[in-house]
């Protein structure tokens, strides 16, 4: 009774054999396997079919001005992108969305901007020096190169995703009355990966303490884990690789003039604490926030602008007195999961990732997860970071860093509450979210960038119908007047009135108006709206209230300030 076939089933079909079933129970086993075999793979359908959607958001971003290879004409510099003409405009979006609402929406939140180059003890203070390190393992015959940790945690994703498609056909098979508690605290197959699963979740998390870097070893060898392309285990040993970017500053290539490209940019507002709080007289709890440059070099860079070498942070350090952290912890996860929602990119699209193991200086944290083409993955980070960093500085620079709290009368070293998002991902979350193609009811396919209105690089844009009768001076007279409150392009009469309504649906542009040859004598124009692909005559005077509303950041502000009133 061996039924094989490409998924394994000779080993279930074997096991069927032993245990002597009975032939009814075969046959169902063998439509069980069938169904088996479909699902899986419709799963792999759905990998490839998220993968050829990345690929797709990829080139358009090339395509259309978001985002190019650095230094393209060269072949490109592996993890390092530049921004186009529409891709800054969208980035600058995001930022000033971000600034505004940590300085317009709270009184005690001021900005700073720090330096990328800091005093080299910055960074031994901050810890990066001696523990800012990635365990890196080479293979031998691909020459490829990994970071250990994400080789084993791809394999306990493994025993999780052998465990979760276990319940998943269960719920199928029992439909209501399936009872998830019980099935897994007795079905064999589950309870033997999740103790594979946790045997191995064990053996990391004690490994990665240190970390042992032999154990780490031990532990790719002992669970079989293969190169994804060269298929061997042909592994070196675990080393560790520091991912800071190091130079010289100055004339003199020593030691001495060692200096780093800082890999965070809260240690710029760490030092700068003391500066702040007492020129701008800063009472506590208050916060200073930054966007900035980091660099890191990564191990493994990949998943486009996901993760980077030269990147961006913005980031807000949260100052509060000693025993209040936890009570503005729960407020700047709330705080922060709010200003993600407004954008209106689908709750279910978020979740929160509480880590269970902390960093030595955090007592709590959590990550702000976003639902990508490849997965859930981390957008924010926010970090109860105790008074670590301040008292780090103290002691390495020498320097009080105290606060001296006039209503209890004494001085200390305040703590500190972080929350820190890449610019790059949140980016990507946009691009990944509102790369949409459509087929219309003429057959043709349209591929538009729902973006958010008031993220989008343009929010309008003045096409003339055609070169005669003055419609071009007419537009540009609209273009004029708008552009003053939203970023306005005018739309070459050159092409046809569709690709150039295309054009613009691919670039996210919310709204188009059109100048006809009716406008001269109306003062009327067509208004056309990206999602719905509506249009509506409306007078060229009501242009800007409708418009502005809906494309302003202070619209967002106004959403998210309303949530986060009652925290
Ligand atoms: N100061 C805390 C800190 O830097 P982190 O979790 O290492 O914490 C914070 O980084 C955020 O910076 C991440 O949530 C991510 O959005 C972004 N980030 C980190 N490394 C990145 C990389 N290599 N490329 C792009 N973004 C990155």
Redesign the pocket.
């Known amino acids: 009774m061996v039924c094989s076939d490409s998924y394994g089933f000779t080993r279930y079909s074997l096991m069927l054999a032993k245990e002597r079933v009975s032939c009814r129970f075969y046959k169902k086993s063998c439509i069980f396997a069938a169904k088996f075999r479909k699902n899986r793979k419709q799963s792999k359908f759905k990998i490839k079919m998220a993968e050829d959607v990345f690929k797709k958001i990829v080139s358009h971003c090339k395509e259309y001005g978001f985002v190019f290879p650095s230094s393209e004409i060269y072949d490109g510099l592996a993890a390092v992108y530049d921004y186009g003409q529409n891709g800054v405009e969208l980035k600058n979006n995001i930022k000033q969305y971000w600034w505004q609402s940590m300085v317009l929406l709270h009184e005690n939140i001021v900005g700073l901007d720090a330096s990328i180059f800091m005093h080299p003890t910055t960074w031994k203070a901050s810890g990066h020096v001696d523990a800012f390190n990635d365990p890196l393992i080479d293979n031998r015959d691909s020459k490829k190169r990994y970071r250990a940790d994400n080789l084993i945690e791809d394999q306990i994703g493994k025993y999780e995703e052998k465990i979760a498609k276990e319940v998943a056909k269960a719920a199928k098979r029992f439909g209501d009355k399936f009872d998830e508690a019980q099935f897994r605290a007795t079905n064999p197959r589950v309870l033997e990966n999740q103790k594979k699963r946790d045997e191995l979740h064990a053996r990391y998390t004690e490994a990665m303490q240190g970390p042992d870097l032999a154990a780490l070893k031990q532990i790719i060898l002992d669970e079989g884990i293969v190169d994804p392309i060269s298929g061997t285990k042909n592994w070196t040993d675990v080393r560790q690789f520091n991912l800071m970017f190091s130079t010289e500053m100055g004339s003199l290539s020593d030691a001495t003039n060692k200096i780093y490209l800082r890999p ?1 940019t ?1 240690q710029g507002i760490f030092v700068n604490y003391l500066n702040v709080q007492k020129t701008g007289r800063m009472k506590l709890p208050f916060g200073i926030c930054q966007i900035g440059k980091a660099f ?1 070099n ?1 191990i493994v860079a990949r998943q486009f602008v ?3 070498r030269e ?1 961006e ?1 913005m ?1 807000m350090q949260f100052f509060c007195q000693p025993g209040t952290e936890m009570k503005w912890f729960e407020y700047w996860k709330k705080a922060r999961l709010a200003w993600h929602k407004a954008l209106g990119m689908g709750d279910e699209n978020y979740r929160y990732h509480d880590h269970e193991k902390l960093a030595h200086y955090a007592n709590a944290a959590t ?1 702000i997860e976003f639902h990508l083409p490849f997965g859930f993955k ?4 926010i ?1 109860s970071r105790t008074d670590f960093d301040l008292s780090q500085h103290e002691k390495f620079s020498g320097r009080s860093i105290k606060y001296f709290d006039p209503e209890r009368n004494e001085s200390y070293v305040p703590y500190d509450v ?1 929350t ?3 610019v ?2 949140m980016f990507l979350s946009v691009m990944c979210h509102s790369y949409t193609e459509e087929t219309l009811e003429n057959g043709e396919t349209r591929v538009v960038l729902k973006l958010p209105e008031a993220l989008a690089p343009v929010k309008c844009a003045v096409f003339p119908l055609d070169k005669k009768d003055g419609l071009p001076e007419l537009a540009h007279e609209i273009v004029d007047n708008l552009k003053f409150h939203f970023n306005t392009h005018y739309g070459d009469p050159k092409d046809s009135i569709g690709k150039r309504y295309r054009r613009q649906d691919a670039v996210g542009t919310p709204f188009c108006v059109t100048v006809d040859h009716e406008t001269p004598k109306d003062h009327k124009v067509t208004l056309r709206f990206r999602d719905t692909m509506e249009q509506e005559r409306v007078d060229i005077d009501q242009l800007r209230s409708i418009i502005e509303d809906r494309v302003s950041i202070t619209s967002l502000l106004k959403k998210v300030a309303n949530e986060i009133k009652n925290y």
Do not use: W
């Open positions: 965070e809260a890191r990564e996901f993760r980077m990147f942070q980031e990550d981390e957008v924010e980070g970090h972080e820190s998002i890449g790059d991902r």
